[in-house]
């Protein structure tokens, strides 16, 4: 089995290799990163060296090389966790957003129809059904949810759902679709909520949150566990605080901001 894995060199999409790595021991694995800010190669190190893996520098927008390493590989699945997806920065430049998660997940596609594969897998985010009340905890977003974007990156990622579901409908392309909740673990990029909370804390810095501060948001962790975090936000004087409480696989996450 040969997969081929977009966005390997981030966040998720490198906790995602070595999963599979130990578990399947006998793949065969190729990471396809553009290497953007959200990329780090050092942390592929420990799979480098590996007979079954590869790794490949290539933009998913770049059609000729994206079908150059199909024409090497012939993989039999692909997993495109390329993206961009920080949310602020789809504000200030939403053409890029278009680009990665939109063309690039056609050009995928299109890849994956002339050579052939036994499944598609886009990653996508559960930021595509909008927000969820703060005075509905028994609230949560199911696979009926429909679908209510909010930014460029949820829009971009909405976009490339439905064009998923095109390619399967027009073309007959085997695809499935997985729209997580936010995540966090080893090997996250500092921007993300999480550690930069947690950094800004540390460092005795304001911690930013943005709007009335009622948003909702849950979270697995990058190890694979299901942790649901529903942030409780009061705005009192000048102090600052951050707890975070686990219990029975549950964390609540409270924070207070002057």
């Known amino acids: 089995m040969t ?4 966005g390997g060199a981030g966040f998720i999409g490198s906790n995602f290799i070595f999963y599979m790595m130990k578990k399947y021991p006998d793949y ?27 790794f490949v520098k290539i933009d998913v927008c770049d059609r000729d090389a994206v079908y150059g390493l199909f024409e090497e590989e012939y993989p039999d699945v692909v997993v495109n966790f390329a993206a ?10 939403p053409e890029i957003f278009l680009e990665t998660n939109i063309i690039g997940t ?22 595509v059904y909008g927000d969820l009340p703060l005075d ?27 064009l998923v579901g095109a390619y399967h409908r027009t073309y007959g392309l085997p695809v499935t ?17 999480i550690p930069l909370m947690i950094a800004n804390a540390l460092a005795d810095k304001p911690l930013p949150v943005y709007g009335d501060g009622k948003n909702v948001r849950d979270w697995l962790t ?4 299901r942790i649901t ?9 000048m102090a600052v605080w951050v707890r975070y409480i686990i219990s029975a696989g549950t964390m609540r996450w409270e924070i207070s901001i002057s």
């Open 3 to 6: 997969l081929i894995m977009t």
């Open 28 to 54: 065969r694995i190729i990471c396809l990163d553009k290497l953007t800010y959200a990329g780090n190669l050092s942390t592929l190190a420990p799979v480098m060296d590996k007979p079954n893996f590869r």
């Open 84 to 93: 961009e997806s920080h949310v602020d920065s789809s504000i200030l430049n």
């Open 106 to 127: 056609a050009v995928l596609m299109d890849a994956c129809r002339k050579y052939g594969i036994k499944r598609y897998h886009q990653v996508s985010t559960d930021e």
């Open 136 to 162: 509905r905890p028994d609230l949560f977003f199911t696979e009926e949810t429909p679908l209510h974007t909010s930014s460029p990156y949820s829009s971009s990622k909405a976009s490339a759902d439905l």
């Open 177 to 193: 679709i997985s729209r997580c909740s936010n995540n966090y673990g080893p090997y996250q990029f500092p921007e993300k909520l």
């Open 222 to 225: 990058g190890c694979m566990w």
């Open 229 to 237: 975090a529903r942030p409780s936000i009061s705005f009192y004087s």
